[in-house]
């Protein structure tokens, strides 16, 4: 028997990198996994990894997924995705809001006034807005009328201290203020609202940018957390049931590694984000 046995879940931008980890860990768990993105081959984007691999990678480590194409800028897209849910299974009990757009000057170093002014559209757009949206789906849907849930916002601790790009840093405060915010109007219903700040991630990018050479020296990955860890992060919370407890706050998968005894794959502990640490006690 898994921890989320009969739970319904749904990750947005799951097809690689913590949304794939989020939707492997999930599924392990026993939930049914809901997974959006908007690779549909290959050839859609440089790096590997697609919805419907993805979504295979889970079944055939004994979970059940479905992966959902899905541009988080199109409300009405969106909205297909809830209203697929609510046919197949009339309820959803755990949201993650994992879709970013990373553009191609996220860790260019170059300074703000120097990239596109479109980064800011990118970024807040999907990464910001799309977890707002989503949210509202879920709650307005789903979790209000159920009087339970958890809503899950992969942040960063960029929310807190400088890191990458101005926008980037913008954008996942914000994503934090709608963590606290939303949590405030949802407690009365039930529902658990929470971000996740995972450390440095070995994720599909790095590995090939490591295999090409073209890695910074000053990033060390040998003490990076796999895509799975934050994924492990979400998947305890879910299945907790004092999770109420946590509600509103930004938590480090690291510090709840510490609470819920969990390790990343290798059995090793990450350092997770140098910002904040202690947070989950």
Request: hydrophobic share 45%.
């Amino acid at each position: 028997m898994g921890a989320l046995d009969g739970k319904v879940a749904l990750v947005t931008g799951g097809s690689r990198s913590i949304g794939r980890g989020c939707a492997l860990e999930l599924g392990a768990a026993g939930a049914t996994v809901y997974l959006t993105g908007r690779s549909a081959t290959e050839a859609d984007n440089p790096l590997p990894g697609t919805v419907a691999a993805t979504a295979a990678e889970v079944i055939d480590a004994g979970g059940d997924a479905v992966g959902l194409l899905c541009d988080h800028r199109d409300d009405d897209a969106v909205a297909a995705v809830f209203d697929r849910i609510a046919s197949d299974h009339g309820r959803l009990d755990i949201l993650v809001n994992n879709a970013f757009i990373v553009t191609p000057d996220l860790t260019s170093g170059k300074p703000f006034w120097e990239v596109p002014l479109s980064d800011w559209d990118d970024m807040i757009d999907v990464g910001t807005r799309s977890a707002y949206v989503a949210s509202a789906l879920a709650a307005k849907q789903f979790m209000v009328p159920a009087g339970s849930g958890v809503i899950v916002n992969i942040s960063s601790s960029g929310a807190a201290e400088y890191a990458w790009h101005v926008v980037y840093g913008v954008g996942k405060c914000a994503l934090d203020r709608i963590t606290k915010d939303t949590a405030r109007e949802l407690g009365p219903h039930g529902v658990t609202v929470a971000s996740l700040w995972p450390g440095f991630v070995k994720n599909e990018r790095i590995e090939l940018a490591e295999r090409a050479g073209m890695l910074p020296a000053s990033l060390d990955t040998s003490t990076a957390e796999s895509f799975r860890f934050t994924g492990r992060a979400a998947a305890h919370l879910a299945a907790d049931p004092d999770v109420a407890r946590w509600t509103g706050q930004a938590l480090t998968s690291r510090d709840l590694a510490d609470v819920y005894a969990f390790t990343d794959l290798d059995g090793s502990l990450p350092d997770g984000p140098l910002h904040n640490r202690g947070t989950a006690d």
